[in-house]
């Protein structure tokens, strides 16, 4: 029977590790160059139409939205 349980341990370890592959977080760069653009989007619009903000409201915004696309 200890055979049994040894083999439990290790198809749970691969379920883990396929799990993991699954929710692969961003590269930290394309996180930081895609608030950095999206941000910059964000002034620009924000200058059009007249809006009152500043930059780091913009950013926060900007970093809000993209942690949602990557389910963060």
């Keep these: ?8 341990r290790k198809s749970t370890a ?4 396929a799990v993991v592959k699954k929710t692969k977080k961003p590269d930290l760069r394309e ?4 608030v950095e653009t ?5 002034y620009q619009e924000r ?5 009152p903000g500043d930059d780091i409201s913009d950013w926060f915004q900007a970093e809000k939205e993209v942690k949602k696309i990557y389910k963060l």
């Design 47 to 51: 200058i059009i139409s007249g809006a």
């Design 38 to 42: 999206r941000a910059y989007e964000l």
């Design 14 to 17: 691969k379920k883990t590790v």
């Design 31 to 34: 996180f930081l160059d895609r």
């Design 1 to 8: 029977m200890p055979a049994k349980k040894e083999s439990t």
